[in-house]
């Protein structure tokens, strides 16, 4: 069982509409990061959270530290959001980040 | 301030080879981390490196080596290069080792054969 497991592993949304994805982790975590992948690789950190919520324009991140999960939403969803979204936590015992296998989301008009 | 470039941005190698990847960090950044993305999967950390020091590593063989330089950028080496090895290696820069947002590069590319 990987340490990060994100759901869906793929997601299809019509433009307009809300999207959630999901996170969950098994490892005791000081920060989980939220990024988004592009085709080509390119990789830009959405987010780093250690409690609470944040918001960002269209996207708001949440993480519940002691249920270990946490979830994106994007809402008023448009195509330019089509992409892979990562999970990403940073375990406080070690120096790295533990990656989730990501989610793609392909928006369509 | 620029951001994180690697380079080069696509390379072919065969079986047993060696390779260099670079990466220059973002301006004020000590350290940086290197990822392996394999196709469809998520990237699996290598190593890190904080002020010229490896700072953590993953589950890579020794044949994953790495520099830091006085400037942060760094280099990545691969010595007798596997058909495994083929993906997309990342390097990320942040401000220091715990847990910071990381900056990524674009990546490089690695297609051995």
């Known amino acids: 069982k990987n340490e990060v497991e994100q759901s869906p592993q793929n997601l299809t949304a019509q433009e307009g509409e809300f999207i959630t994805i999901n996170c969950s982790y098994s490892?005791?975590?000081?920060?989980l990061h939220w990024l988004q992948q592009h085709p080509g690789g390119g990789i830009v950190s959405l987010f780093m959270l250690s409690s609470g919520k944040k918001k960002h324009g269209r996207l708001i991140a949440t993480i519940n530290i002691q249920e270990k999960h946490s979830s994106l939403h994007i809402t008023a969803s448009h195509p330019r959001d089509s992409a892979v979204y990562i999970c990403?936590?940073?375990?406080?015992?070690?120096?790295?980040?533990?990656f989730g296998t990501g989610t793609l989301l392909a928006v369509q008009p | 301030e620029t951001g994180v470039t690697q380079s080069p941005t696509h390379l072919i190698k065969t079986r047993g080879q060696q390779v260099t990847l670079r990466c220059s960090s973002q301006?004020?950044?000590?350290?940086v981390s290197w990822y392996q993305q394999a196709l469809g999967q998520g990237p699996q950390f290598i190593f890190q490196?904080?002020?010229?020091?490896?700072?953590g590593r993953g589950n890579f063989p020794p044949r994953f080596s790495g520099l830091q330089f006085p400037n942060y950028s760094s280099e990545l080496n691969v010595n007798a290069l596997e058909l495994d090895d083929s993906a997309l290696y990342l390097c990320?820069?942040?401000?220091?080792?715990?847990?910071?947002?990381?900056?990524f590069g674009p990546g490089t590319r690695l297609l051995v054969l």
């Open positions: 490892v005791g975590i000081s920060a």
């Open positions: 301006s004020g950044h000590n350290t």
């Open positions: 490196y904080y002020r010229e020091e490896e700072n």
């Open positions: 990320a820069s942040s401000l220091g080792q715990a847990g910071e947002t990381q900056y």
């Open positions: 990403a936590v940073y375990g406080g015992a070690t120096n790295k980040l533990i």
